[in-house]
């Protein structure tokens, strides 16, 4: 376990600061000893030491507690004057402050209640000197090697006061602080606790102890442990569930980026709290391709038996099935998000019975159709995805946890929306969630540099608004200001102001910034950690991306591609904004021609065949096609289709490709096979991926004769090994494991692997065609550059074509943005858009258009940043 010297915390903390998440958590998830000096010993002072506990009890730690009774008058202390026990009169008063009415404090007090039932809680009610009552505001926390942290301070002692900004607090550590504060505050302590000359000390009372342990009747453990040996939580997946348990039961977004294992931190949050008796009924939906292992890894790690939805079939992760009579019935479901997005099943969600928690994941493809169409026209076109989260899940739901890596993908707008959904019902209509216009305005405030803020809308974080002459830097005006943030900060009826001519000073100025961030809805509802904190430092591989350059077989190739590139962009030009179904399949035709010749060619067979898309839903996936596209276009073809001329000039084209791909070697190939023996030697195993299931059949039949048993392959058909002669079915877990094992060291992939499937025993990718969108490339990448990646260096090769739009697009990102060195950060509006603008690029203006795009979109990425800081 780590220690307490692990945390880097600081001398002081004030405005601004998180007490709750950024001090007193991380503390008790190293502590295996607390005492703490509260003010009132009442319903609300307790529960807010009882909140953020759980890591404590992990840790199977004890307290001591002391505290000053709440409502009391001289009389009352007087007339313990000469009792060794407080009277009952006096002790029926005390047990009555501990009754609320808060779901939070009862949550809260049950934590303690089970400590004390479990003998691992003393309490003391103390009387302070002449008779005053005891407002001494200390804790002390030890680890297993005896270091010790103190913190004193000003935190008001309701469930508040850790939660809020505006309080001060001091910290001081055993092993740098050499003055005698340590042990004269122990001794200071223990002189309490027995009680002395000076102060008196009185056990609890039974009819209080009584009271208070009814919060823990019928509650198991509260943090079971793991059942799986080779489970152990990273400390920001700890902290992670911990703030999930802290918020409980408020609905939360989990942003953690690519690799850092928020399916984790999730299900350890979700079966805390089902060992606390809080939740029962757990609905899960997640994207078709990725249920499966949400079922394998709540099974393998958890020792959760957690049916799996699909269509008219609960499938068990034995293997086993039977018809779904009523699967909306069971205590726990695994379903997919496309399937209960239809109107069907969202009526039978609204008809059935309630859930305690609906985790979503990969929620960023809840999105508007066309964020910045809507914004401009006023017309609002949510996908269905996001109509489920709006409209039902709301209704059918407690508790919501949404997931994603990527909450923005094209505009600041989806993350107001997904905030949205998961507000609170006391969220004000003031707070910048109240509309689009006071979100964009203050998070541009909030990204704003120091000369061009804009304090009337940064009053909008708290509730208070500033005349848009106040210019800040005038201490005169700024005093009254900031004199009324800081009293109305934090919760109602708190006086945080301690001294006003000392907080309104110039000084400070960027500590209220702060302070108002951290209040924002970003800071409040989301959860974000970035592979850059401080404690992530070192945990992952270095990338090495290259550039495998590789040119058309012959000069009759490369005019082929020409050739039909230049008709498919025309084609574009046509019918662009006409038919977003024929635009779809326009795309997928391009991004076809290079990734493989047998690609392509088997696109056009089968729109020779039949001129409509494909039915399934699961193809369109497959090729790449997001889910928003899905709603419009997923269930029917292309209203227009081909016309007969053009039908002809596809049939020319399929019989040159047909000639192509009997012709000469496929140089794309011939460099996979020259890699594949390079990684072989230096005893490394390979991801290849590729966006469509065509060309991954074409490289596995190549392979095959040569490689035999050692290929695998994932798709949207699932997991697929070759054994005794034919390609059988397999599970996630079979597939990570024969990887890891050595039994298969060439897995080819297509981008249903990019989201849920964590395969880090393989140190180097290979993109065989590349995405135009890089957040594909980014999330293909994550599969393998993970938290607990055993190689040091990642070799991502990218193969591109010469002179084709694919080199185009690789080259201009890489020169630009350096997609493929890290992860995608305030970039990803830019980024998101890619797709959209290379599709309707020719070879020769791809880099022209890319950097025009760059341009326009200038700072758009700060109040992303802003946003995404939490």
């Known amino acids: 376990m780590s220690g307490l010297r692990d945390l880097t915390l600081k001398p002081k903390y004030g405005l601004g600061d998180d007490f709750l998440n950024d001090v007193y958590v991380p503390l008790l998830g190293r502590a295996i000893r607390y005492t703490r000096a509260v003010g009132y010993f009442s319903s609300g002072g307790l529960a807010s030491v009882g909140s953020g506990l759980e890591s404590f009890i992990r840790n199977n730690g004890s307290m001591r507690l002391m505290a000053s009774p709440v409502g009391w008058s001289p009389q009352d202390v007087e007339a313990l004057s000469g009792h060794r026990e407080i009277p009952r009169e006096l002790a029926d008063r005390l047990a009555r402050s501990l009754i609320t009415k808060s779901d939070i404090e009862r949550d809260h007090l049950s934590v303690l209640a089970w400590l004390m039932r479990e003998g691992r809680l003393e309490t ?146 979700m079966q805390a709290l089902q060992a606390q008796g809080k939740c029962q009924r757990v609905l899960i939906l997640a994207p078709a391709n990725v249920c499966i292992q949400w079922q394998e890894e709540l099974a393998e790690k958890f020792n959760m038996k957690v049916p799996r939805l699909v269509k008219n079939y609960l499938h068990n992760v034995d293997g086993s099935e039977h018809a779904a009579v009523n699967p909306l019935n069971e205590p726990m479901l695994i379903a997919s998000w496309h399937l209960m997005r239809q109107p069907t099943w969202r009526s039978r969600l609204l008809q059935g019975p309630d859930w305690d928690l609906v985790i979503v994941d990969e929620a960023h493809h809840a999105r508007r159709r066309s964020p910045g169409s809507d914004l401009k026209s006023g017309i609002r076109r949510p996908n269905q995805f996001l109509e489920l989260l709006e409209e039902v899940l709301p209704q059918i739901a407690r508790t919501l946890w949404l997931l994603t890596a990527t909450p923005v993908q094209l505009h600041l707008v989806e993350l107001f929306d997904l905030l949205n959904v998961i507000k609170p019902d006391s969220e004000p209509q003031s707070s910048p969630l109240g509309s689009w216009f006071k979100f964009e305005r203050f998070y541009t405030a909030l990204a704003a540099p120091k000369s061009d803020r804009n304090w009337e809308a940064l009053g909008m974080g708290v509730g208070e608004t500033v005349p848009v002459q106040l210019d800040p830097r005038k201490y005169s005006e700024l005093k009254p200001f900031l004199r009324r943030q800081l009293t109305g900060f934090g919760r109602p009826g708190r006086d945080a102001v301690q001294d006003a001519d000392t907080l309104v000073k110039h000084e400070l100025q960027e500590e209220l910034l702060e302070s108002i961030r951290q209040r924002s809805p970003g800071s409040r509802l989301m959860l974000r950690r970035t592979r850059r904190d401080a404690d992530m430092q070192g945990a992952f591989a270095t990338r090495q991306p290259s550039k495998e350059a590789i040119e058309f077989a012959s000069a009759e190739e490369r005019s082929l591609y020409q050739e039909l590139d230049a008709f498919l962009a025309g084609l574009w030009a046509m019918r662009h904004g006409r038919d977003k179904g024929f635009g779809f399949l326009l795309s997928m035709y391009r991004r076809r021609l290079t990734s493989s010749w047998q690609a392509i060619e088997r696109t056009i067979q089968r729109a020779l065949a039949a001129t409509s898309l494909p039915d399934d839903e699961m193809e369109l996936l497959e090729s790449g096609l997001d889910a928003s596209m899905s709603d419009e276009i997923g269930s029917g073809g292309n209203e227009e289709g081909f016309s007969t001329e053009e039908m002809e000039v596809l049939r020319c084209f399929a019989a040159r490709i047909g000639g192509a791909i009997r012709g ?135 193969y591109v074509m010469l002179d084709t739009v694919e080199e185009q697009v690789y080259d201009a990102l890489r020169k630009r943005i350096r997609v493929f060195e890290g992860s995608v950060g305030e970039l990803q509006p830019i980024l998101g858009e890619v797709e959209d603008l290379v599709t309707g690029s020719t070879v020769g203006n791809v880099v022209r258009n890319l950097d025009s795009h760059i341009a326009a979109m200038g700072n758009t990425g700060k109040p992303i940043a802003a946003a995404l800081r939490c």
């Open 124 to 269: 003391r009610i103390i009387i302070g000197p002449n008779g005053q009552l005891f407002h001494q505001k200390v804790g002390m926390f030890w680890d297993s090697r005896d270091d010790a942290v103190g913190i004193e301070g000003s935190n008001n002692e309701t469930l508040a006061g850790w939660d809020s900004n505006i309080e001060s607090l001091s910290v001081r550590r055993s092993w740098l602080d050499q003055e005698a504060w340590f042990p004269a505050t122990i001794a200071e302590l223990d002189r309490l606790w027995q009680g002395s000359s000076h102060s008196r000390s009185y056990s609890l009372p039974e009819a209080v102890r009584k009271e208070l342990l009814k919060y823990a009747q019928h509650r198991p453990h509260p943090i079971p442990k793991p059942v799986s040996k080779s489970l152990q939580l990273y400390p920001h997946q700890q902290e992670g569930c911990d703030r999930l348990l802290a918020a409980w039961p408020e609905s939360r977004l989990l942003a953690d980026e690519v690799g850092l294992g928020k399916t984790i931190t999730a299900s350890a949050a």
């Open 664 to 798: 000469a070697g496929d140089p794309k190939i011939s460099s996979l096979v020259q890699d594949l023996h390079t990684c072989r030697l230096q005893g490394r195993s390979m991801l290849v991926f590729t966006q469509f299931i065509d060309t991954l059949e074409y490289i596995r039949d190549t392979l095959q004769s040569t490689y035999g048993s050692q290929v695998g392959t994932y798709s949207g058909q699932g997991a697929r090994l070759f054994e005794d002669g034919t390609w059988t079915p397999v599970s996630k877990e079979q597939l990570t494991l024969a990887l890891a094992n050595g039994e298969i060291s060439i897995l080819l992939c297509t981008d249903a692997a990019s989201e849920g499937l964590n395969l880090q025993t393989a140190s180097t990718l290979v993109n065989y065609d590349l995405p135009w969108n890089p957040m594909r490339v980014e999330q293909r990448i994550g599969r393998i550059d993970r938290i607990n990646q055993a190689a040091r260096t990642l070799s991502i090769r990218n």
